[in-house]
DNA sequence: GCCAACGTTGGC
DNA sequence: GCCAACGTTGGC
């Protein structure tokens, strides 16, 4: 069964244009320190999944494109990389620690942004708006993306 | 295993 | 820049 997903990507870092440049529409999603969103992209996410790319950490929060996952788990390539903000001495190239997956943008969207979300009814049960959300992986419940991508 | 201190996230 | 909320660390 296919699973859909929320993915917070600050726009000064990656945004989903940065992202629609890319070869293929498709990045990687470099940078996830946290477990549990690690967790969600090594041990549930699948090829295809639909994803909500949203631009964090700036001006207008808010959900700006339509994507999917792209790619099966694989090692963080940033984390073994000493130059990188993301690089993680304690993880060894044998057992990597972070692991991440491929997402390919296929539409931006006009900006759905974080005050329009909150005041749809439909949406206010959405994990990214629970207060005090930190996470930057959440999945994310059919009947919400249908609400906000629509039934293709 | 507890929990205080510290660090990070992310909206405002 | 502020700060609430939460995650991580490390001493005990």
């Given amino acids: 069964m ?3 997903w929320l993915m ?13 440049a890319a070869p293929d529409a498709t990045v990687p999603w470099t940078g996830v320190r946290n477990y549990q969103a690690r967790n969600f992209m090594r041990d549930q996410m699948r090829m295809d999944d ?4 949203y631009h964090s950490s700036c001006a207008e929060p ?5 994507g999917r996952v792209a790619s099966t788990p694989y090692p963080d390539p940033t984390q073994f990389d000493k ?3 993301y690089h993680d001495p304690a993880s060894k190239p044998e057992q990597p620690r972070w692991m991440l997956v ?10 759905l942004t974080l ?9 206010a049960d959405m994990l990214v708006l629970k207060r005090g959300n930190r996470l ?8 919400h993306w249908r609400a906000i991508v629509g039934n293709p």
């Avoid at 808010?62 to 339509?66: L, N, P, R």
């Avoid at 491929?102 to 900006?111: A, E, M, T, Y």
């Avoid at 005050?115 to 949406?123: D, G, H, S």
């Fill in 2 to 4: 296919k699973k859909y």
């Fill in 8 to 20: 917070k990507s600050e726009p000064d870092e990656v945004s989903v244009d940065d992202a629609l």
């Fill in 50 to 53: 639909g994803v909500l790319f």
């Fill in 62 to 66: 808010g959900i700006v494109g339509i």
């Fill in 83 to 85: 130059k990188s903000p």
């Fill in 102 to 111: 491929d997402v390919q943008v296929l539409r931006k969207i006009p900006n």
């Fill in 115 to 123: 005050t329009q979300m909150r005041a749809r009814p439909e949406l």
């Fill in 136 to 143: 930057s992986i959440t999945p994310v419940e059919p009947k």
